[in-house]
């Protein structure tokens, strides 16, 4: 699953992979978001951690579970 993180005065948008479910990512931004002075961390498929100060924050997007098909290959 891909998900966007904005970051407060930076013009790029950080772009990660995970293996985490959407629910997944809610719950770890809800315990972000809960703690005082609290960090959201996410792990991407190849082991990094990304770890942004939730007062840091401006968004999160939280793409599709599954992959679409891209291309002509695929059936109908």
Request: aromatic residues 6%.
């Amino acid at each position: 699953m891909e998900i966007k993180i904005g970051v407060r005065s930076v013009h790029r948008e950080l772009v990660v992979e995970t293996d985490l479910t959407a629910e997944q990512v809610e719950s770890e931004l809800s315990s972000a978001f809960a703690a005082d002075n609290g960090v959201f961390t996410i792990t991407d498929v190849n082991g990094r951690k990304v770890i942004v100060p939730v007062a840091s924050l401006g968004f999160v997007e939280i793409g599709e579970e599954e992959a679409r098909p891209v291309g002509f290959g695929g059936t109908l």
